[in-house]
């Protein structure tokens, strides 16, 4: 019963011109988001997550990176639009809550006169005055911002973190884009903080039937929030899987790895996490990208790994799940 | 137990904010506001806060950053918050040491790996010759684990947990006795930290260090500290062994911080105490809550909490806190005063 | 995992090459500046008539069109623009130089205490920097020629008096974000002295910033002492200068238009390398100035 799909990458492929070489980043993405769907990306810092979210919104512009690969939304081909209309998705269609609030508000004008700015790009035409006054005040209300009136007031300094965090998801929803990707919302923030942001944004997307798409290193936030995850490594996707599965049967040996990594709060020690670090984007390793850094690499390895269906809406590209019969993993 | 290395006794750290021409005083923001904990040798003391806890001003006044506003630091049999010493002597500088959180700022960019760990190594008079200095860096290297060959590099060559690595390094140099570890893994990718937690630890054992603990990662928290302090608003709210902190916590904001912990299991979902709707955001420092400065997200204020402070109180000795909710927290002209 | 660059000279120079060819602009300026400097450090051997540097006439040769042998012309007594406009250089550079040689180190140094040493300091030398940068530079310069004799040293004497504040604000900024910078604590944490924590850890984290506005400043440096050349403040003739230069043959203009046109499209070329430089100085080092 998966959804009609949203946002669907097709082996993406990114490359960046730096003054060592060619950085091969982004070695065939796959990923859909289907409508009405939270959907997590997880990674570690290099992996990509970022990389990919950046190509979504056409971000990513000759000369220095070279982008291949198909991206649909909505029935479009996001790079093989012009520019001008991909102007017009981008924050309308998809729009963004970005991590660091503080950096995301211009410091020089109100909360009102940036939310206006933003209800004014309204796909369905600009409001009226009053008629964007008034759906201002009601986004804020949404956002359980209280006292809107003077929220819009206020300059961004003079609001908490959390509320500059509840702005963003403000912005990012009064347009009721189909999508709206997140930046690590909330990781800047205390965890009581961050906590209410992730229920308030649960609770709103599911009221809208909006889809997320999810980009954070955090494994709790990432199981808190989504529906279905796909775990990044190296440029690309190691496994995906619904969100419980996931977090209950890992797959892909770097899943486990992270997975592991995770301090408990049952107290048995810090665990070691995982030997190795990501490769060297201008020499990545041929084959899977993981192998040097997995306990379980085995001559096949050499080759590009399979793309394994595991159980319902289970995959992984990993060679140990590949015809055989599973080995039992640790 | 063991004479503490460490004694801290109703510390206090305000810092006047001034305004307009005159720069005269218009308010105070209250830091650390009264704070008393002791540290035994070899062990590790956690101090959990959200941002405006007050938690990273402890740590910079116990390292001699700030200058105390009042209360005392005992190290060693000095008090070291003395306000007339206006210097430390040398012998307490080696022997109090930190590491940052972020390896990006805690190593100067611009200086070599060698440079950078010369610097302690030259201020304390450790090594006298240049090729003592080298053989002394190739040591400390060897210490966190990484080759001799790293001190020519420049901080951009390596990565975060080798750049961690330099920075304990560093730490280690004067041989100190104490550490402060101010979130010393949090920029890190959680498959890298658990590799620079194991050789703290490891550390902690062979040099008998004695480690603060700064971090908000509470699951790294219980696997790490042998005791933990929840701090709010400058304050201690509750003080406790680990094990007895976060399998019994007693004081509303510490079960508020507690269930708050995104976790990865279910079986850690049943770990976290009853959940606790989490509500509002620290106030700022500077505008501090009459009474209990929690009371105003305290999902358990009543009558008393607005118009009193709670002092710290312990049942069994060990674990404190300090809430209206708990015998020995009120205190006791008050509540006779409430009785009568 | 242990594999480090650990020869980073080269290595640093490859990236930092990268990162400034990337902006084409900034090569033009590169190439503009050096042309400038090998053309004024070679001037007597690369100019066809060294002797009109200085005072020289040559009646029959007076005000000719640009041609052979007078590329650019020359002046109402016969001397060769285009040896005159290199000469001009070598005095504009002069002057670049040495002001900031005087300015910089000592607003640096201020900067560096007041970002420091909070407290009365920071108040003293931050308001003095102020009232300096509250006049105009020009007017200021003006003021301190009036009072002094009209020549090259005073011009030098009154543009380095008013550019030293710029980087006292510069660095003063610089140092107020860098002394939280966890190297900074750890250094003072260990006990390290004041000394080796301004000129070790600090300063050299400043230098990016201040060789970038120091590139820019060079066109702005230049661009006043021919303000001041231009007003008969500056350098004094014979002594060719490139603001004395336009002044002089804006008297015959638009007839022997090239006798300032060229002197002036010289000062706009010098400015422009040296601005497109600082620019590609500025991407390459990441700063604001």
């Given at each position: 019963m998966t959804p009609e799909p949203l946002l669907q990458i097709r082996d993406l492929h990114a490359s960046f011109v730096s003054y060592r070489g060619l950085a091969r980043v982004l070695n065939g993405v796959n990923l859909t988001v289907g409508r009405g769907e939270k959907v997590g990306l997880v990674g570690e810092t290099g992996c990509g997550k970022s990389l990919t979210m950046r190509a979504v919104l056409?971000?990513?512009?000759?000369?220095?990176?070279?982008?291949?690969?198909?991206?649909?939304?909505?029935?479009?081909?996001?790079?093989?639009?012009?520019?001008?209309?991909?102007?017009?998705?981008?924050?309308?269609?998809?729009?963004?809550?970005?991590?660091?609030?503080?950096?995301?508000?211009?410091?020089?004008?109100?909360?009102?006169?940036?939310?206006?700015?933003?209800?004014?790009?309204?796909?369905?035409?600009?409001?009226?005055?009053?008629?964007?006054?008034?759906?201002?005040?009601?986004?804020?209300?949404?956002?359980?911002?209280?006292?809107p009136e003077r929220v819009m007031r206020a300059y961004p300094v003079q609001l908490s973190g959390g509320m500059r965090q509840r702005v963003l998801i403000a912005m990012a929803l009064v347009n009721e884009p189909a999508l709206v990707i997140a930046d690590e919302p909330g990781t800047a923030l205390d965890v009581t903080i961050q906590e209410q942001i992730l229920l308030l944004m649960r609770s709103l997307v599911d009221a809208k039937g909006l889809s997320v798409l999810l980009i954070t290193h955090n494994l709790g936030v990432v199981r808190a929030l989504t529906d279905r995850v796909y775990v990044m490594y190296a440029g690309s996707i190691a496994e995906t899987a619904p969100t419980a599965d996931l977090f209950r049967t890992p797959k892909h040996p770097y899943t486990q790895g992270l997975l592991a990594s995770v301090p408990k709060l049952s107290g048995e020690g810090v665990p070691r996490g995982i030997e190795g670090m990501i490769p060297d984007y201008l020499a990545p390793p041929p084959g899977c990208r993981f192998a040097p850094r997995c306990p379980f690499a085995q001559p096949r390895c050499q080759q590009p790994p399979p793309w394994v269906t595991v159980d319902t809406d289970h995959q992984v590209a990993c060679v140990l799940y590949d015809a055989a019969p599973a080995p039992r993993l640790p | 137990m063991s004479e503490p290395l460490l004694r801290v006794d109703n510390l206090v750290k305000h810092f006047p904010i001034r305004a307009g021409f005159l720069m005269r005083q218009v308010g105070v923001v209250r830091a650390v506001d009264g704070v008393s904990f002791s540290l035994s040798p070899g062990e590790t003391f956690g101090l959990v806060g959200e941002s405006g806890s007050g938690k990273t001003t402890l740590a910079m006044t116990l390292l001699g950053g700030y200058r105390a506003t009042a209360g005392e630091i005992w190290f060693r049999g000095d008090n070291i918050a003395d306000p007339v010493a206006r210097r430390r002597r040398p012998a307490l500088t080696k022997e109090i040491q930190v590491v940052f959180q972020d390896p990006g700022s805690s190593l100067n960019p611009r200086r070599t790996v060698r440079q950078t760990l010369e610097v302690p190594l030259r201020v304390h008079r450790l090594v006298s010759t240049h090729g003592e200095a080298a053989r002394q860096i190739a040591r400390l290297l060897e210490t966190v684990e990484l080759p001799a060959e790293f001190m020519h590099a420049f901080p951009a060559a390596l990565s975060g947990g080798q750049k961690q690595r330099v920075a304990i390094a560093r730490a280690l140099a004067t041989e100190p006795s104490f550490?402060?570890?101010?979130?010393?893994?949090?920029?890190?990718?959680?498959?890298?930290?658990?590799?620079?937690i194991a050789l703290l630890?490891?550390?902690?054992?062979?040099?008998?260090?004695?480690?603060?603990?700064?971090?908000?990662?509470?699951?790294?928290?219980?696997?790490?500290?042998?005791?933990?302090?929840?701090?709010?608003?400058?304050?201690?709210?509750?003080?406790?062994?680990?094990?007895?902190?976060?399998?019994?916590?007693?004081?509303?904001?510490?079960?508020?911080?507690?269930?708050?912990?995104?976790?990865?299991?279910?079986?850690?979902?049943?770990?976290?105490?009853?959940?606790?709707?989490?509500?509002?955001?620290?106030?700022?420092?500077?505008?501090?809550?009459?009474?209990?400065?929690?009371?105003?997200?305290?999902?358990?204020?009543?009558?008393?909490?607005?118009?009193?402070?709670?002092?710290?109180?312990?049942?069994?000795?060990?674990?404190?806190?300090?809430?209206?909710?708990?015998?020995?927290?009120?205190?006791?002209?008050v509540a006779d005063a409430a009785r009568t | 995992m242990n594999a480090?660059?650990?020869?980073?000279?080269?290595?640093?120079?490859?990236?930092?090459?990268?990162?400034?060819?990337?902006?084409?602009?900034?090569?033009?300026?590169?190439?503009?500046?050096?042309?400038?400097?090998?053309?004024?450090?070679?001037?007597?051997?690369?100019?066809?008539?060294?002797?009109?540097?200085?005072?020289?006439?040559?009646?029959?040769?007076?005000?000719?069109?640009?041609?052979?042998?007078?590329?650019?012309?020359?002046?109402?007594?016969?001397?060769?623009?285009?040896?005159?406009?290199?000469?001009?250089?070598?005095?504009?550079?002069?002057?670049?130089?040495?002001?900031?040689?005087?300015?910089?180190?000592?607003?640096?140094?201020?900067?560096?205490?007041?970002?420091?040493?909070?407290?009365?300091?920071?108040?003293?030398?931050?308001?003095?920097?102020?009232?300096?940068?509250?006049?105009?530079?020009?007017?200021?310069?003006l003021a301190i020629m009036a009072v002094l004799q009209p020549n090259l040293q005073n011009a030098m004497l009154a543009v380095s008096a008013m550019w030293w504040p710029w980087y006292t604000r510069l660095v003063y900024g610089l140092v107020s974000s860098l002394r939280t910078e966890g190297y900074v604590q750890a250094a003072q944490i260990v006990g390290a002295s004041p000394a080796h924590i301004l000129l070790r850890e600090i300063l050299p984290n400043c230098l990016p910033a201040v060789l970038t506005k120091m590139t820019l400043d060079m066109a702005f440096v230049i661009l006043i002492g021919s303000s001041l050349s231009f007003l008969g403040l500056g350098v004094q003739p014979p002594d060719p200068d490139l603001g004395t230069m336009v002044a002089d043959g804006a008297k015959y203009m638009p007839d022997l238009w090239w006798i300032s046109v060229f002197p002036g499209l010289a000062i706009l070329v010098v400015v422009l390398g040296f601005s497109l430089l600082g620019d590609g100085l500025r991407d390459v080092f990441g700063v604001e100035v």
């Open positions: 056409g971000l990513l512009q000759p000369p220095r990176a070279r982008v291949r690969g198909e991206i649909w939304f909505a029935g479009r081909n996001l790079l093989a639009l012009p520019s001008r209309e991909l102007e017009q998705i981008r924050g309308r269609e998809i729009a963004m809550i970005f991590q660091d609030p503080m950096a995301a508000l211009n410091p020089v004008f109100t909360i009102g006169d940036q939310l206006l700015d933003v209800i004014a790009r309204h796909p369905k035409g600009r409001p009226s005055a009053t008629e964007a006054w008034e759906r201002a005040l009601a986004i804020l209300r949404e956002v359980a911002l209280s006292d | 550490i402060v570890l101010d979130e010393p893994t949090s920029a890190l990718d959680v498959s890298v930290q658990g590799k620079i630890l490891d550390l902690q054992r062979r040099l008998n260090l004695t480690y603060l603990f700064i971090t908000h990662d509470l699951s790294l928290m219980r696997n790490v500290a042998t005791r933990v302090a929840v701090m709010y608003l400058g304050k201690l709210a509750e003080l406790a062994d680990t094990a007895s902190l976060f399998g019994n916590p007693l004081h509303p904001y510490t079960r508020m911080l507690l269930s708050a912990i995104p976790v990865v299991s279910e079986a850690e979902e049943r770990l976290k105490p009853r959940w606790v709707v989490p509500r509002g955001e620290t106030p700022s420092p500077a505008r501090v809550p009459p009474g209990c400065s929690f009371h105003p997200r305290c999902p358990d204020a009543f009558a008393v909490c607005p118009r009193i402070d709670p002092v710290a109180a312990s049942a069994d000795g060990r674990h404190v806190v300090r809430c209206h909710l708990y015998p020995g927290c009120t205190p006791a002209e | 480090v660059a650990v020869a980073p000279a080269r290595e640093h120079l490859r990236r930092t090459w990268y990162a400034f060819s990337r902006n084409g602009g900034s090569v033009v300026g590169l190439g503009i500046v050096v042309a400038i400097v090998l053309l004024t450090t070679f001037a007597p051997w690369l100019t066809p008539f060294p002797r009109h540097a200085r005072a020289f006439t040559d009646f029959e040769h007076a005000g000719l069109p640009p041609g052979r042998p007078y590329a650019l012309g020359t002046d109402t007594i016969g001397r060769d623009i285009f040896t005159r406009v290199v000469f001009g250089y070598r005095f504009s550079l002069l002057l670049g130089v040495v002001v900031l040689t005087a300015a910089v180190p000592t607003g640096v140094l201020l900067g560096l205490l007041a970002g420091y040493y909070r407290g009365w300091p920071e108040t003293v030398i931050m308001r003095i920097t102020d009232i300096f940068l509250s006049i105009p530079p020009l007017a200021l310069a």
